[in-house]
């Protein structure tokens, strides 16, 4: 998906005028045709939720700039890092197989080309994260989309919350996108509670000083997901 030179333009003006440190993160979302059904609605529904949420936070409204990024069938980058007040709820739809390892390099270049804007526009950022979901295994090769996150994450420069989505999900590919933290496997369909732990998550580390180590909600972590 191409952006005019307009929202460009528009985006590097928000950040002149709201110099708060920003959080970016970037959701990389299994639309294949194998989420079909309940699971692409019950995902849906995770998404509106944690993007409302985020908008009822005075302080993490003014930090997260979300990004998302789907993959079914092709890669597709639903919308930029911006205002969450003017980015429009999606709805997603399913299609086609499962590129993971495109969809992941796409998402760790918005990452790259966003933190050259903070850059140069003087506004401070915190770690940057990423959140992978699918219910299957890629249909490409990951081995350089593996091996990027896994350097960054290595070296404190990227936060990555692998999610596997019904039985199906291969956890020992999610493995090698996370070299510290274990993929989880959702509960049944919890998006909705998943999507509200990574909403009260970003409101916490968009409250810390930048380069503070935020300890997050582990304890919650049963109520939708497991090992």
Same mark, same amino acid.
């Given at each position: ?8 333009? @528009? ?18 979302? $299994?639309? #294949? +045709?194998?989420? +079909?059904? =309940?699971?692409?609605? =019950? ?13 009822? $936070?005075?302080?993490? #409204? ?21 205002? *969450? ?9 399913? =299609? ?27 506004? $401070? +950022? +915190? ?32 936060? *990555? ?8 999900? $291969?956890?020992?590919? @999610? ?37 503070? =180590? ?14």
């Amino acid at each position: 998906m191409a952006f005019s030179q307009e929202e460009f333009m @528009l985006s590097k003006i928000e950040l002149e005028e709201n110099p708060s440190p920003r959080v970016p993160i970037c959701l990389v979302l $299994d639309t #294949s +045709y194998s989420m +079909y059904g =309940e699971p692409i609605k =019950e995902l849906n529904n995770g998404v509106k939720l944690f993007m409302d949420s985020i908008r009822r $936070d005075d302080i993490a #409204s003014a930090s997260a700039e979300i990004s998302m990024v789907t993959f079914g069938g092709t890669v597709k980058q639903v919308f930029d890092f911006g205002s *969450i007040h003017r980015q429009t709820i999606p709805h997603l739809g399913v =299609e086609g197989v499962t590129p993971m390892g495109e969809a992941v390099n796409l998402a760790l270049d918005l990452l790259e080309r966003r933190k050259m804007m903070y850059s140069q526009s003087g506004v $401070d +950022y +915190y770690q940057p994260w990423i959140v992978i979901m699918t219910d299957g295994a890629p249909t490409d090769d990951i081995a350089r989309a593996a091996s990027r996150t896994s350097d960054l994450v290595n070296k404190k420069k990227l936060t *990555i919350f692998p999610i596997g989505i019904g039985p199906s999900a $291969d956890m020992n590919t @999610l493995k090698q996108f996370s070299p510290k933290r274990q993929p989880l496997r959702l509960k049944g369909l919890k998006f909705v509670e998943f999507f509200e732990w990574l909403s009260k998550s970003i409101s916490m580390v968009s409250k810390s000083t930048p380069g503070e =180590e935020v300890k997050l909600d582990v304890a919650s972590i049963p109520d939708w997901g497991s090992l």
